[in-house]
């Protein structure tokens, strides 16, 4: 099988990076011309357009930005192979491939560098690949081809809807992306920060070096639930903000950060034994909603894991 990949930036070059070191026969477009020069400098086969990129493949990954999608799926009319995507956002993908044989992904991975040149054929290794099971709009023999070649890249297969998907990941990237440049921001109006600030201004302000048109970009695309799990964040801060005026308040922050405290320690959870998992959508529909991961694909079973119950929370 021949498998195409359109866009060739940190995610979309590590792909294709990743699938030829694991024996794939693959094909890379970009539409900027030095990155294209940059890939086949590397070795890969590089194509001229989106058209002759997936002309002869099976499958086509769509690794371009989210506002860049609408173009792709364009010069996809008359493909007729399997099509994924590797976007931080998966409800405006799912719609505008309606029609289409298309099976939603999102890998976990990245890193503050972009572009080709920081790809890396390890970066999926141990990730969480989300891969999007609709109960009434997914294949599933597509969703299981796909599973089996991306574990086969080392990563962790998490089977869930694509409004569940959305939801998430404002909780755990997009609202801690915003969070992260409004810190960031701390260093602009005292310059005192920046000499003082150390380990928890480093961590808690990583992603803010992220491309701003990039999370601009997921953030916008994914506006309702980032809007919505913004809001809840901003409720709990000034929740924090309450315990200050108390007349105890190092008693009452501790007993609200004591949660917090125990969730974070206990991140993340342990795996629990591998078990069999039927090819059925409901049953790994409720694998993914458990927290739990497919790792590798035997015909119509599945291999999987879920975390061990938590030991630490209260």
């Known amino acids: 099988m021949r498998i195409a990949v359109i866009g060739l930036g940190l995610i979309g070059g590590s792909l294709l990076r990743a699938l030829a070191k694991a024996g794939h026969d693959v094909v890379g477009f970009d539409a900027d011309p030095a990155t294209r020069e940059l890939a086949r400098g590397s070795g890969f ?32 009319d008359g493909y007729d192979g399997l099509v994924t995507d590797v976007t931080s956002v998966k409800g405006p993908v799912r719609d505008l491939m309606e029609g289409r044989r298309f099976v939603g992904g999102h890998p976990m991975a990245g890193k503050e560098t972009s572009g080709f040149a920081a790809s890396e054929a390890g970066l999926f290794e141990g990730c969480a690949w989300v891969l999007c099971l609709e109960p009434h709009g997914t294949d599933l023999g597509d969703w299981l081809l796909l599973a089996g070649l991306f574990t086969g890249l080392g990563a962790r297969v998490v089977p869930v809807t694509a409004t569940e998907h959305d939801t998430t990941v404002a909780q755990i990237s997009h609202v801690p992306h915003l969070f992260a ?23 808690g302000t990583r992603v803010a070096a992220t491309r701003p048109e990039l999370i601009a970009a997921m953030c916008g695309g994914n506006g309702s639930a980032v809007h919505r799990e913004l809001h809840q964040l901003i409720g709990e801060l000034q929740e924090l903000a309450a315990d200050l005026e108390l007349p105890d308040p190092v008693a009452e922050l501790t007993f609200d950060l004591r949660r917090a405290s125990a969730a974070r320690r206990s991140w993340p959870a342990t795996a629990g034994p591998p078990e069999t998992i039927a090819a059925d959508v409901q049953a790994l529909l409720a694998l993914g909603r458990a927290g739990g991961w497919v790792t590798e694909v035997k015909g119509r079973e599945l291999v999987g894991k879920r975390p061990e119950p938590d030991r630490f929370l209260p």
């Open 45 to 76: 086969e590089v194509a001229g357009s989106v058209r002759e990129t997936v002309a002869g493949s099976g499958v086509a990954v769509v690794a371009v930005p989210l506002q860049i999608v609408p173009e792709v799926v364009a010069d996809l």
């Open 181 to 203: 440049a409004v810190l960031a921001e701390q260093l602009l109006s005292n310059p005192l920060a920046g000499t003082l600030a150390a380990g928890s201004f480093r961590d």
